[in-house]
C-alpha cells in the first residue's frame, strides 16, 4: 500500500477524517457527528467526551488496515473548558456559539482596556472568545475556577488524551483573546485581568509541532485553526486570493504577512507560521441558518438539494424578500451578540422557494459585508479569486450565487476539503517531506454582471436592516 496521511479535522457538529495520498487524492473519508446542548437560552455546549470519541472513532477506522505517516489535526476555534489535575473535565465545552458572556464582554468592549486588549491580540471582545468565556467562569462559578488546573479547547483535550501534552498551536492560541500577536505568548497584563498565570494554559508551539501517541504509535501533528487550515489547504495563503468558508458558521479570510488590526474592532487576525498570518471575519450564522429554515421551520422532509433547486428558479434578490439571518447573535462585523434575524419584505406572492432563496442571499450578504472591510477597494476585490471551502462548495447553485454577490470569480479545487488537506499540507512541512502540493482547480464560477445592481441594491437594504439590530434590542425585541 502506498504511504497515506490523515487529516482529522475536528468540527462544531461533527469530525471529519480523511485519508489522502501524497497528491492530495482522497483515499478513504469518514465522519463521525455529535450533539450540541442548550441547557439555557444562550448557552451552546457539547460533552468533551463524545466529541473525543468520534476523533478516535474516526482514526480506528482509517488506520484499520495500516498505518498512515502521520496524522494532522485542524479543529473548530474558540472552544473552552475547565479541566482539573487529573484531566478530567470540570465543565462542558462552551462553544464558539456561546453567548452567556455577551453583559460582560459588551461591559469590556467599550472600555479603554477593552480596546488595549483588542491591540494586543486583534481579537475583538466579544462571547464567542476564551477569554471572555473564562471572565464568565469567574464571576459565575468560582469554585470550579478554584479547582481548574488547565483552561483549554477541545483541540487541546483531544491531543492532552493521545500524547498526554497539553499544548496547542499558535493559530488556535492566537484565536482565544489571550495571545499577543506581537510576541506569540500568552498576554501576562490579560491574564492578570482573569487572575490566571501561563501555567493555566496550554504551552504555545508551531503548528509544525509533532509526538509519538501514547495507546497508539502514531506520529500526531499538532496541526492548526480550521479556517487558518482551510485558507492554506485551498491555496489562499497566496496573494491575490480570498478565502470563503460556509459550513455550519462561516468566514472570509485574506492573507496578511504581518498582524493586522482594525481601528473599529470589526476583524480578527490569526498566525499560522513563520510570517503567514489571516485577516478574517467570521459569522455564526452559516448552513446552521439553513438547518433552521428546513428541519424547524418548514418541517420539510426534502432534501436540500430539492430546495437549493427550487431557489434556483426564483430570480436574484428573491423578489423583494430579504433575511438577515442573526439567529444566533452575530461576530463580523457587527459583533452583537444579542442581534436577531429579520424578515423583511414578505408579500402574499412569497414561498417556500423564495425563503430560500432568501437565506442563501442572506448568509451570503453578511460575508460580502466582512469582505468589502477586509478589501475596502471594489476594483481590487474583483480581480481577486475567491477560494471556496466548506460544505457549500457542494452547491452550484449557492456558488455561482456566491459569483454573483461578491461580484467575483469564484474557484473551487478538487479537493473541497480544504481543511483536512491544510492539515496534511502542515504534517508534510513537519517531517519535512518536501511535496508541492497542486491546487487543481474543478469548477469555476464566473460574475453575472447583469445582477450586480440587483444585489448591490439588496445588500444596501441588508445592511440597513441590519443596523437596526440595536432599535429591536433595546425594545426587549
Request: glycine share 8%; with cysteine; hydrophobic share 45%.
Amino acid at each position: 500500500m502506498n504511504p497515506f496521511y490523515i487529516g482529522i479535522d475536528i468540527g462544531t457538529t461533527a469530525t471529519k477524517g480523511i485519508a489522502f495520498e501524497a497528491d492530495g487524492s482522497i483515499i478513504q473519508q469518514v465522519v463521525r457527528g455529535y450533539a450540541m446542548y442548550h441547557a439555557n437560552a444562550d448557552w451552546s455546549t457539547q460533552q468533551p467526551d463524545e466529541v473525543l470519541a468520534a476523533v478516535l472513532a474516526c482514526i480506528e477506522q482509517l488506520t484499520a488496515d495500516a498505518s498512515p505517516v502521520f496524522i494532522s489535526f485542524s479543529s473548530a476555534m474558540q472552544s473552552l473548558m475547565a479541566v482539573d489535575a487529573q484531566g478530567k473535565p470540570l465543565t462542558d465545552l462552551i462553544l464558539w456559539a456561546d453567548n452567556r458572556a455577551s453583559a460582560l464582554a459588551d461591559e469590556l468592549k467599550h472600555s479603554a482596556l477593552g480596546r488595549s486588549f483588542y491591540q494586543s491580540t486583534g481579537i475583538p471582545i466579544h462571547t464567542f472568545a476564551p477569554m471572555t468565556k473564562i471572565l464568565w467562569l469567574k464571576e459565575n462559578q468560582p469554585a470550579i475556577v478554584a479547582r481548574t488546573a488547565k483552561f483549554i479547547g477541545i483541540k487541546e483535550y483531544v491531543w492532552h488524551h493521545l500524547t498526554g501534552e497539553y499544548v496547542t498551536d499558535s493559530s488556535m492560541a492566537s484565536g482565544t483573546g489571550l495571545m499577543d500577536l506581537a510576541t506569540g505568548t500568552w498576554n501576562e497584563a490579560i491574564l492578570a485581568h482573569l487572575s490566571i498565570s501561563p501555567e493555566h494554559l496550554p504551552s504555545i508551539q508551531a503548528a509544525t509541532y509533532s509526538s509519538k501517541g501514547i495507546e497508539k504509535p502514531f506520529l500526531f501533528v499538532l496541526g492548526a485553526g480550521d479556517g487558518a487550515l482551510a485558507n492554506l489547504g485551498t491555496g489562499a495563503m497566496q496573494a491575490g486570493k480570498m478565502s470563503l468558508t460556509i459550513g455550519t458558521s462561516g468566514a472570509v479570510r485574506v492573507p496578511v504577512a504581518t498582524p493586522f488590526y482594525d481601528e473599529q474592532m470589526r476583524t480578527q487576525c490569526y498566525h499560522l507560521l513563520d510570517n503567514q498570518y489571516l485577516v478574517l471575519g467570521a459569522v455564526n450564522n452559516g448552513a446552521v441558518v439553513l438547518q433552521w429554515l428546513k428541519e424547524d421551520l418548514l418541517a420539510s422532509e426534502q432534501s436540500y438539494e430539492s430546495l437549493f433547486a427550487q431557489a434556483e428558479a426564483i430570480a436574484a434578490g428573491a423578489d423583494g424578500l430579504l433575511f438577515v439571518p442573526y439567529l444566533l447573535g452575530e461576530r463580523a462585523p457587527i459583533w452583537d451578540a444579542n442581534a436577531k434575524g429579520l424578515l423583511a419584505g414578505m408579500t402574499i406572492h412569497h414561498t417556500q422557494a423564495h425563503l430560500v432563496r432568501a437565506t442563501m442571499e442572506g448568509i451570503l450578504y453578511g460575508l460580502l459585508s466582512i469582505a468589502q472591510i477586509l478589501v475596502p477597494d471594489a476594483s481590487i476585490r474583483m480581480q481577486m479569486d475567491l477560494m471556496a471551502s466548506g460544505g457549500f462548495a457542494k452547491s452550484e447553485t449557492w456558488l455561482q450565487m456566491a459569483a454573483d454577490i461578491f461580484q467575483m470569480k469564484v474557484q473551487v479545487l478538487q479537493t473541497t476539503e480544504g481543511s483536512c488537506w491544510g492539515a496534511v499540507m502542515i504534517g508534510f512541512q513537519a517531517i519535512g517531506l518536501a511535496i508541492k502540493p497542486r491546487f487543481l482547480v474543478e469548477k469555476t464560477f464566473y460574475p453575472n454582471t447583469a445582477l450586480a445592481n440587483v444585489y448591490a441594491q439588496q445588500h444596501e437594504k441588508f445592511k440597513q436592516l441590519s443596523n437596526l439590530r440595536a432599535k429591536f434590542v433595546a425594545c426587549g425585541m
